[in-house]
């Protein structure tokens, strides 16, 4: 099992940019693909980008693509989200995700961090 931990979220103004952070502990973060989904309020929480266990591949959900990077690394058991060309609709909470398998849905989440975007 791994226990995930967001950090990095905060108020920006529309342009600016956020990295987010996720902490790791547990059993081998390198085992685990990791993702970043965000929930706006009043909509379902929707997938923002992925990334797999070496970091070789990544993939975005379009409305992020170009805007966002995701990377990790495994040396400090840690994911991150490089948010830049931030738009106010963006804000959303975000969190971390794990899986253990190549392909299905992420077992492990962490508890979100409010990403705020002001026009």
């Known amino acids: 099992q791994v226990q995930l931990v967001e950090s990095g979220g905060g108020l920006v103004q529309a342009g600016g940019s956020l990295r987010l952070s996720c902490a790791a502990s547990?059993?081998?973060?390198?085992?685990?693909?990791m993702g970043w989904f965000r929930q706006a309020p009043g909509k379902e929480r929707e997938f923002v980008a992925k990334?797999?266990?070496?970091?070789?591949?990544?993939d975005y959900a379009d409305s992020v693509k170009g805007r966002f990077t995701i990377s990790r690394d495994n040396a400090k058991n840690t994911v991150y989200l490089q948010m830049n060309s931030l738009k106010p609709e963006d804000t959303a909470v975000y969190y971390c995700?794990?899986?253990?398998?190549?392909?299905?849905?992420?077992?492990?989440w962490g508890q979100g961090t409010q990403v705020t975007v002001s026009s």
């Open positions: 995700a794990a899986r253990e398998r190549s392909w299905g849905p992420f077992e492990y």
């Open positions: 547990g059993r081998t973060f390198s085992s685990y693909v």
């Open positions: 990334i797999s266990r070496n970091g070789g591949n990544t």
